[in-house]
């Protein structure tokens, strides 16, 4: 698989929980200065989203899987004798759901986005089902 777009990093970093918010002043919103907030990002968020890596990959998106119940990750090494070109295979299996989410990449980093994409696609209504109903047991 190719890169990430920006749209698609943005999508993924929306699900693990970042908010953009528009910086403003006396005389209302400032235009181009944007903030990514998230309650784990150090001073509370940057003006960028993080960089897609393990290290980014493992602290915001898979604490999303532990709510989705157990699962386990797979980095694999692939290489094709034809061309000898390396590629990483990525597999998120997540015991309430009959798929394992796959991803391939040119990086560890890469191939794990598409599969945590892929994860994000299938199961975005069952995350917020999920979160809604922690939310409301913590309240009681």
Not at 38 to 64: I, Q, R, W
Not at 83 to 100: W, Y
Request: charged share 25%.
């Amino acid at each position: 698989m190719s890169k990430p777009t920006a749209e698609q990093i943005q999508e993924v970093f929306l699900w693990c929980g970042f908010e953009e918010i528009q910086y403003c002043n006396f005389k209302g919103p400032m235009p181009g200065c944007i903030h990514w907030a998230h309650p784990d990002a150090v001073g509370g968020g940057c003006s960028t989203l993080p960089k897609v890596d393990l290290n980014n990959l493992f602290k915001y998106a898979e604490p999303l899987l532990d709510k989705l119940g157990e699962h386990y990750i797979v980095l694999q090494k692939q290489w094709n004798n034809l061309s000898i070109k390396q590629a990483t295979l990525a597999f998120v299996d997540i015991a309430k759901f009959p798929a394992e989410f796959e991803g391939e990449g040119e990086t560890e980093a890469i191939a794990l986005f598409w599969a945590f994409y892929k994860v994000m696609k299938e199961t975005r209504n069952s995350i917020r089902v999920l979160l809604t109903e922690k939310d409301e047991n913590s309240g009681s």
